[in-house]
T-cell receptor
Framework: EDKVVQSPLSLVVHEGDTVTLNCSYE??????LLWYKQEKKAPTFLFML????IEKKSGRLSSILDKKELFSILNITATQTGDSAVYLCAVRGSGNTGKLIFGQGTTLQVKP | NAGVTQTPKFQVLKTGQSMTLQCAQDMNHEYMSWYRQDPGMGLRLIHYSVGAGITDQGEVPNGYNVSRSTTEDFPLRLLSAAPSQTSVYFC???????????FGEGSRLTVL
């Protein structure tokens, strides 16, 4: 059965800290891995990763995929209170449904 | 710059009632989908559509119907509401089946 596991489930840090969020997966015929940020309402897209070892970066956020070890990490440097959110990892496997298999999410709280 | 618009944002139903959650997107996306989000379960795919006139079942389709008469609209119908359908429902769209999904702000449904 396809599954996505995120760790830790929750995390509390102080502003300025660097955090690493983990996502491991078991999916038939992996196609892509996506990261989303959810602040109370709609998940907003962060990154889509398809190739191993190629870092994607946007400001203080970056992510990388390891297709051999079946995991991805999301790094946030110099955290700010506005980074407080639930971070969702999702994986797309084989088939034509476009279905994303989501992990449970990591709740990040950044304290001033 | 509306993106994906869902209505209503909140709804309370009694067991056995029916209702329709509306979803519209203005990005001319071919692919649209409905997910439900439950605590500890992540987001799960209910139904999806790869274009006008084409719909198919996702992971948890029982109790729900969809239709796609236009590119823009993808309503989700609850035929006879049950307490197990209490959830937050997200509509999402993407330019193509395997692209990044853009989510609406969600509809919180409570079935008593």
């Amino acid at each position: 059965e396809d599954k996505v596991v995120q760790s830790p489930l929750s995390l509390v840090v102080h502003e300025g800290d660097t955090v690493t969020l983990n996502c491991s997966y078991e999916v038939t015929n992996f196609r892509s891995l996506l990261w989303y940020k959810q602040e109370k309402k709609a998940p907003t897209f962060l990154f889509m990763l398809t190739s191993s070892g190629i870092e994607k970066k946007s400001g203080r956020l970056s992510s990388i995929l390891d297709k051999k070890e079946l995991f991805s990490i999301l790094n946030i440097t110099a955290t700010q209170t506005g980074d407080s959110a639930v971070y969702l990892c999702a994986v797309r496997g084989s088939g034509n449904t476009g279905k994303l298999i989501f992990g449970q999410g990591t709740t990040l709280q950044v304290k001033p | 710059n509306a993106g994906v618009t869902q209505t209503p944002k909140f709804q309370v139903l009694k067991t056995g009632q029916s209702m329709t959650l509306q979803c519209a997107q203005d990005m001319n996306h071919e692919y649209m989908s409905w997910y439900r989000q439950d605590p500890g379960m992540g987001l799960r795919l209910i139904h999806y559509s790869v274009g006008a006139g084409i719909t198919d079942q996702g992971e948890v389709p029982n109790g729900y119907n969809v239709s796609r008469s236009t590119t823009e609209d993808f309503p989700l119908r609850l035929l006879s509401a049950a307490p197990s359908q209490t959830s937050v429902y997200f509509c999402a769209s993407s330019e193509q089946v395997f692209g990044e999904l853009f989510f609406g702000e969600g509809s919180r449904l409570t079935v008593l």
